[in-house]
């Protein structure tokens, strides 16, 4: 079950709901939701504080139950940290705690007043979006692959409302449209590479398509991009018996300008080929379509937020894998730009659908920005770790506006470099350019293997290979960077730039 979002502005103390949540700070200080609370409650609050129950630390979570004076039949206590250093990521923090709590409680509803904190540089618009799209990231279940459930008697958590003084309909409406696009993304990341193949993706566009309007989809398969010369994007998916496609969606909500494109890399499940991985952690590498799942999810968001925008988005689906008929490290490849590739690495197979599909992108659509997303690199890993996505593009105005937009939906990028001066590390004796770059900087020479195919286009991309799913045996898609791409077309749409 999705959570269902609500706006509201009725008194703490005798809102009838099975949970009510405030704030209190770490030096003992109450938010007024809290102090009101405290006041009815007879001190139930502070004697907490005062007994040390009660820490105020960020995200500490405690539940009151039936307090007397309240309507609320419990109070959840959640801890702010310290006022003075309150900031937009502690408050994206507080909420998601908020939300593991209230889902561990036998309660169907919860009203929470920790939208009324006020947090520096953000309105009550942002507070909040960001508050329900916390509440939905926390509350997200991967069940698809598991043994049907039985129902439990127990009430689920079905339904958060947040207090506003003011009016925030708009942040409720983006973030219930931008978490339909983060929950298709995470859906469709976390799914096995058994099931989310290239033509699953496919289908799964198809579908979205024929439910919406001013959507469309069209799907070439191998033969049609045989055809039309798609020599380095076929050469990686020849040794899978997935074969490849490539997704094209289209979203006309603005008039006859031209689009904005996103690209995303969609490789179901990444082996290597013939340069083939180490075994161990390889599971991972069913999380290789994670750019092909943000940026489908990000185009979700802005069909269901209905923006006054031209869309498209571009997904290569492809399966690397080892067979006989796979391409081979030396071979040499025509990519449909014409630029001619020396393969010396199967395992840098990213770039070589991407490139295609660049080139097809700016050749189809002659788009006023190009963003792609791809778990691209190691080295972008090792680069930033997992809090920032790699940003590489030579526009200034265009790094400036996708670095704002991380920031506002702390859906952080960081800036690396793209200078020329990369380039030559991708020379090759036998090609026009080389697949890979040697050791240095190999989260920038992927993206200057990139640049060649751009030339000419107001292009950025995106290297998510650090933020796309959290680490482990449990890790899950996390849905970045759907909230930044959203964010920047949110910011275009009101900008008309
Ligand atoms: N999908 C991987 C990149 C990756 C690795 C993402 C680990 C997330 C975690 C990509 O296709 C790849 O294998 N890249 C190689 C490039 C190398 C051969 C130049 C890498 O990063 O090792
Ligand atoms: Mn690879
Ligand atoms: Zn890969």
Redesign the pocket.
């Known amino acids: 079950m999705t959570l269902q979002f609500s706006l509201g502005s009725a008194a703490p103390e005798t809102v009838d709901t099975p949970c009510v949540v405030v704030g209190v700070y770490e030096n003992g200080v109450l938010t007024s939701a809290a102090a009101r609370v405290n006041t009815a409650a007879q001190g139930a609050i502070k004697q907490q504080i005062e007994s040390g129950d009660i820490s105020g630390k960020a995200g500490s979570t405690n539940v009151l139950f039936a307090p007397p004076g309240l309507t609320a039949k419990r109070v959840l206590v959640v801890g702010l940290g310290v006022q003075k250093s309150f900031d937009g990521a502690r408050y994206q923090k507080i909420h998601l705690e908020a939300a593991r709590a209230l889902a561990r409680l036998p309660i169907d509803s919860a009203v929470s007043y920790l939208t009324e904190v006020e947090v520096p540089q953000h309105d009550a618009t942002w507070r909040v979006r960001t508050a329900a799209l916390a509440a939905d990231h926390a509350t997200y279940r991967y069940t698809a692959t598991f043994k049907p459930r039985e129902k439990s008697s127990q009430p689920e958590l079905g339904t958060v409302q947040f207090a506003s003084g003011e009016d925030a309909s708009i942040g409720l409406d983006q973030a219930k449209a931008i978490a339909e696009g983060v929950r298709f993304a995470r859906e469709l990341a976390n799914l096995p590479p058994n099931i989310c193949n290239p033509a699953y993706i496919a289908d799964q566009a198809t579908l979205f398509a024929e439910r919406h309007e001013k959507v469309s989809c069209q799907v070439l398969d191998h033969v049609e991009l045989e055809k039309l010369g798609f020599g380095s994007l076929l050469a990686v998916g020849r040794g899978s018996a997935n074969k490849p496609k490539l997704v094209v969606l289209e979203y006309k909500g603005g008039n006859e300008e031209k689009p904005y494109a996103f690209v995303g890399k969609g490789?179901t499940f990444?082996t290597?080929g013939i340069?083939l991985?180490p075994g161990p952690g390889m599971e991972?590498?069913k999380f290789?379509m994670g750019g092909a799942a943000g940026v489908l999810g990000a185009f979700v968001a802005a069909v269901k937020m209905q923006l006054p925008v031209n869309l498209v988005c571009v997904v290569p689906a492809v399966e690397n894998m080892p067979d006989g008929d796979s391409y081979r490290p030396g071979d040499v490849l025509t990519s449909l730009s014409g630029i001619t590739i020396e393969v010396l690495?199967t395992?840098?197979?990213?770039r070589l659908i991407l490139c295609d599909a660049l080139t097809y992108t700016a050749q189809t659509f002659q788009p006023r920005a190009i963003i792609d997303a791809a778990?691209?690199?190691?080295?972008c890993?090792i680069a930033l770790g997992k809090h920032a996505s790699g940003l590489m593009t030579k526009h200034d105005d265009l790094a400036d506006e996708l670095l704002a937009a991380g920031e506002h939906a702390l859906d952080r990028a960081w800036r690396l470099p793209l200078w020329d001066d990369y380039q030559v590390q991708l020379e090759s004796g036998f090609a026009d350019v080389a697949n890979?770059g040697g050791k240095n900087a190999?989260a920038i020479t992927?993206g200057c293997f990139l640049a060649r195919f751009t030339e000419g286009q107001r292009w950025a991309h995106l290297d998510i290979?650090g933020t796309a799913w959290d680490e482990g045996r449990k890790g899950l898609a996390t849905g970045r960077p759907v909230s930044l791409l959203a964010q920047w077309l949110i910011d275009r749409a009101g900008s008309g730039s």
């Open positions: 490789i990444d290597g340069s991985k991972e590498m290789d690495n395992d840098a197979e990213g778990t691209l690199t190691g080295a890993v890979i190999g992927a290979a």
